[in-house]
């Protein structure tokens, strides 16, 4: 380990908690595998998290518009009160819609011990979604966005990316495994969050290069139809604007070697 690398784990370890994970993230250096070069062709992603019934909503406004989301799943909550169950997570898949991966039980992954830990709970969450006819992920949304430089390495052999709810519009370049997210309806925080904001979002990356995925939380309290109805204008305006909506298997598929795998392996 070089001399600011030193450095900057020593500041690192001082921060609390969340603030020492982004700035992890921030001040070392990318290793090849988190390396994501962002292809010339835009797209607009929508990510629901939890996999609460609300999603339906979200559901009904993407097939509306012809298009696909993607839908994050916690297995331990699948079937509870107010969330969706195996049958509907089922006929969401088979209508063309992205399953991903939120954890086996919904803790953040700093949370586990090690490596060893986290990885016994990813396969074990993972086998149950296989064995329930949803195939096999091959995107991980973070619980609560937690990550850190040994939980992205742990994850790297599991997906092919990973996103975080960290504010990005990813642009040129990424992390891989610490792909960023826009808040839209619910958790927006101090964002501004009107229509023309969100629609100069999409008019930035109509130049190219961008990869702006929406993350959506339709069950929380924030999150209206007023939201499911601005989401179908998005939608709309995107794809005038050449911008294409896809989820994020799609686009990793449509745009080819860049974002079809990873660039290396985890060392």
Known sequence: MGLVSKIAGAVIKRLPAHGKDRAEE????????????MPRESALTIVCDD???????IVEVLEKHGVAGVFAVSPAL????????????????????????HGTTHDPFTGFSGPEALT????????????EGLGSPTTLIY??????????QAVAAR????????????????????????????????????EPW????????????????????PAAEGHTSAHNALL??????????????RSIAAHRAATGPALATASGAPA
């Open 198 to 217: 969100y629609l100069g979002l999409l008019d930035r990356s109509a130049a190219g290069a961008c990869w702006p995925t929406l993350m959506l939380h």
């Open 78 to 101: 699948i079937g509870r009160p107010g969330f969706l169950g195996y049958d509907e997570l089922r006929r969401i898949r088979a209508a063309g819609h992205e399953i991903a991966f």
């Open 159 to 194: 997906f092919d990316c990973a996103f975080t709810t960290w504010f990005g519009l990813n642009e040129a370049s990424a992390n891989r495994f610490a792909i960023r997210r826009i808040p839209f309806g619910a958790y927006t925080g101090k964002l501004p969050g009107t």
């Open 120 to 131: 016994q709970a990813m396969d074990e969450g993972l086998a149950r979604m296989a064995a």
């Open 232 to 245: 179908g204008r998005l939608i709309d305006h995107a794809r005038q604007r050449g911008v294409a909506v």
């Open 143 to 152: 619980p609560f966005g937690r990550h850190n430089r040994w939980v992205r």
């Open 51 to 57: 996999g609460e019934t609300k999603d339906l909503e």
């Open 26 to 37: 921030f001040l070392l250096p990318l290793r090849d595998f988190e390396r994501l070069t």
